[in-house]
């Protein structure tokens, strides 16, 4: 009766590897770094309520949740193993290029702050 239990075949069966969770996770740690960094460098009070909702991370998220869910219907619908990543990486990183495309935020996002990279304000002298 080898292989006659519930869950033998591989169809039951869909599994992300770790790379359908660490390269959006990348992307996630990118955008809620960037994220960190705008609300900390914002000067008024004003610029801190006014961009709290409108947060990249929340945006790659959904993105992400979107992804995932679509993958999961792709691979039960074609009753095959689908690449996850064909699905997660454009509905995560879709949705931060445009908004940040739309707020002309882009370049900063894509090539970072150089002051922060440089910035020496957090080391302690012994």
Same mark, same amino acid.
């Given at each position: 009766?080898? +292989? !006659? ?10 599994? /992300? +590897?770790? @790379? ?7 992307? /996630?740690?990118? $955008? #809620? ?9 914002? =000067? ?7 961009? *709290? ?6 945006? &790659? =998220?959904? @993105?992400? &949740?979107?992804? #995932?869910?679509? !993958?999961?219907? !792709? @691979? ?7 690449? !996850?990543?064909?699905?997660? $990486?454009?509905?995560?990183? +879709?949705? =931060?290029? $445009?908004?940040?495309?739309?707020? *002309? ?7 970072? %702050?150089?002051?922060?990279? %440089?910035? *020496?304000?957090?080391?302690?002298? =012994?």
């Amino acid at each position: 009766m080898s +292989g !006659a239990g519930s869950g033998s075949n591989s169809a039951d069966f869909m599994m /992300l +590897g770790l @790379g359908d969770m660490a390269i959006p996770g990348m992307l /996630l740690a990118l $955008v #809620l770094c960037f994220d960190h960094r705008r609300t900390r460098d914002s =000067v008024t009070p004003m610029e801190i309520s006014s961009t *709290k909702g409108q947060k990249y991370i929340w945006y &790659a =998220v959904s @993105g992400y &949740a979107i992804g #995932l869910v679509t !993958a999961l219907a !792709a @691979g039960i619908l074609s009753q095959s193993p689908q690449p !996850a990543l064909l699905y997660l $990486v454009p509905s995560t990183l +879709g949705p =931060v290029i $445009v908004i940040s495309w739309f707020r *002309k935020q882009l370049v900063e996002l894509w090539e970072g %702050n150089e002051e922060t990279l %440089n910035d *020496k304000s957090h080391v302690t002298e =012994v």
